[in-house]
């Protein structure tokens, strides 16, 4: 069975970093297209990067652009999204998915993870 677990959210003072993992089981990253999406209270989910099998092609919300950083994590079967100047807004929890096929800015995926919360508050 196909799994994906998210992990690195938790609480960061605005402007501060976090960086978020998304690990697999049953299958190996290298082979999908990664996609990271957040949701947040009373809001629609939002696509806020993904990242071909490759790691050649890259897509970023605009909210996000500039700040947050995707990158696959050669030999550890992970997948990384690197939050810098986090600011209130970008509370959410967030969701790694996985598909075989990579389209920009896409918002269905095949597989989902269960999603870690980040919180940027003083």
């Known amino acids: 069975q196909l799994q994906l677990v998210e992990s690195g959210g938790g609480l960061v003072q605005p402007g501060g970093s976090l960086r978020l993992s998304c690990a697999a089981s049953g299958f190996t990253l290298d082979h999908y297209a990664i996609g990271w999406f957040r949701q947040a209270p009373g809001k629609e989910r939002e696509g806020v990067s993904c990242?071909?099998?490759?790691?050649?092609?890259?897509y970023y919300a605009d909210s996000v652009k500039g700040r947050f950083t995707i990158s696959r994590d050669k030999g550890k079967n992970t997948v990384s999204l690197q939050l810098n100047s986090l600011k209130p807004e970008d509370t959410a929890v967030y969701y790694c998915?996985?598909?075989?096929?990579?389209?920009?800015?896409?918002?269905?995926?095949?597989?989902w993870g269960q999603g870690t919360q980040v919180t940027v508050s003083s």
């Open positions: 998915a996985a598909d075989d096929i990579y389209i920009s800015g896409r918002q269905t995926y095949d597989y």
């Open positions: 990242i071909s099998s490759s790691g050649g092609s890259t």
